[in-house]
Structure formats: C-alpha cells, structure tokens
T-cell receptor, first 112, second 114 residues
Framework: DAGVTQSPTHLIKTRGQQVTLRCSPK?????VSWYQQALGQGPQFIFQ???????QRGNFPDRFSGHQFPNYSSELNVNALLLGDSALYLC???????????FGQGTRLTVV | AQKVTQAQTEISVVEKEDVTLDCVYE???????LFWYKQPPSGELVFLIR??????QNEISGRYSWNFQKSTSSFNFTITASQVVDSAVYFC???????????FGTGTRLTVIP
C-alpha cells in the first residue's frame, strides 16, 4: 500500500516563473491538504481539497492555487514565483471522517 | 487564535538517556486535537500520536509516552532510552474540531549521540 507520493522531489525555478507540484494521496484517502515549510520552521497550511473543491484556505496569496482530480490526486500551482517561495512543499492526505493526516516526503522548491 | 510553542529549538542527548520534548498550546476552542509528528532528514512527517482535548489520559507506546495536561495547556513527549534512530525534528500540532488545518510549532531538533 503506497503512502502519499509527491513529484518532483526537487525543483529549481527562476523568479517570475510558474510551477506545478503533484500529489497522489494514500490509498483510500479522499482529502488532500498542502503545506509550505520554510527552512527551520513548522509547516504552514496552504489549502485543502475535498470532492474536487477547495474547502479551506490558509493565509496565502492568490498566486497559490490548486486542483483535485476525480481520482483524488491533487496539484499545487504557484504563479509569479518569488525568492521567498523557496521551501519544502508537503502534501497530506486523510479520509474526510478521520483526523490523522499522512504526509508525503515533500517537494523541495528552490527559486533563484 | 491558535498557537503552538515548542521552546526547545535543539536538544542533544547521549544514547540511552531519556528526553522530554515540550509543547505548549493556545486555543479558545473547548474541543480540539493535539498531534506529534516526527520529521527525519528525508522530509516526510511521520504521525506519532493524536490526542482529543477531552481525553487527558496519558499514553505510552513502547519507548514513547505523552503527558497531556489541559490545566497547563501542555502536551509533552518523552522518549525513554533514546536511540540514534530517534534523531529527527519533532513537531507538535493543534487542530480545531471541525477544521481542516493543522497548526504546527516550530519544531525541536533532537540529536541522539551514540
């Protein structure tokens, strides 16, 4: 049973570019959340998707957008990248009625 | 507003020593969940425990134990007889009942020296 998988594992982008990160949830999970973890900090909630809709959003600008597909997988898109967007982006999945979230290994995004 | 404080930024212990990681939280909610996660160098957050706010019973799982005290808003984590494989960053987190997001502390980096 595969856990939460994210791709790519590492990514280098130039300031101003756009990036798409991908997440496949753990088998049986229908809810996906995205977190941003800056170096030396705890993860910060970006948004959550359930039934292909954004259900809750953290304090992130509109440059951060997402999508959930019918197979429950999800994408995180970031437009007009800033140097400050450099971070580890973590995807978490869970069953909607459960409370434990399981995390992937993350995508390390570096903006230069 | 929710807030989780992990005052210990880094801790180093010698293998087989016991170590306690502190977590203090703030919330106005009467019901909530508390969590501990472990983050090894690979980056993945590994779920360790969830505790409901109305369940103050302490829990032990092998070498791990957790002390939840609602009166002091603390949820401390103790590792007994530490091992090198315990070296990681440990995060305490809070989630409101009915909400979707976790509020994380800034983490405690534990280094176990052989």
């Amino acid at each position: 049973d595969a856990g939460v998988t994210q791709s790519p594992t590492h990514l280098i982008k130039t300031r101003g570019q756009q990036v798409t990160l991908r997440c496949s949830p753990k088998s049986g999970h229908d809810t996906v959340s995205w977190y941003q973890q800056a170096l030396g900090q705890g993860p910060q909630f970006i948004f959550q998707y359930y039934e292909e809709e954004e259900r809750q959003r953290g304090n992130f600008p509109d440059r951060f957008s997402g999508h959930q597909f019918p197979n429950y997988s999800s994408e995180l898109n970031v437009n007009a990248l800033l140097l400050g967007d450099s971070a580890l982006y973590l995807c978490a999945s869970r069953m909607q009625m459960n409370t434990e979230a399981f995390f992937g290994q993350g995508t390390r995004l570096t903006v230069v | 507003a929710q807030k989780v404080t992990q005052a210990q930024t880094e801790i180093s212990v010698v293998e087989k020593e016991d170590v306690t990681l502190d977590c203090v939280y703030e919330t106005r909610d009467t019901t909530y969940y508390l969590f501990w996660y472990k983050q090894p160098p690979s980056g993945e957050l590994v779920f360790l425990i969830r505790r409901n706010s109305f369940d103050e019973q302490n829990e032990i799982s092998g070498r791990y134990s957790w002390n939840f005290q609602k009166s002091t808003s603390s949820f401390n984590f103790t590792i007994t007889a530490s091992q090198v494989v315990d070296s990681a960053v440990y995060f305490c987190a809070l989630r409101q009942t009915g909400a979707n997001n976790l509020f994380f502390g800034t983490g405690t980096r534990l280094t176990v020296i052989p």
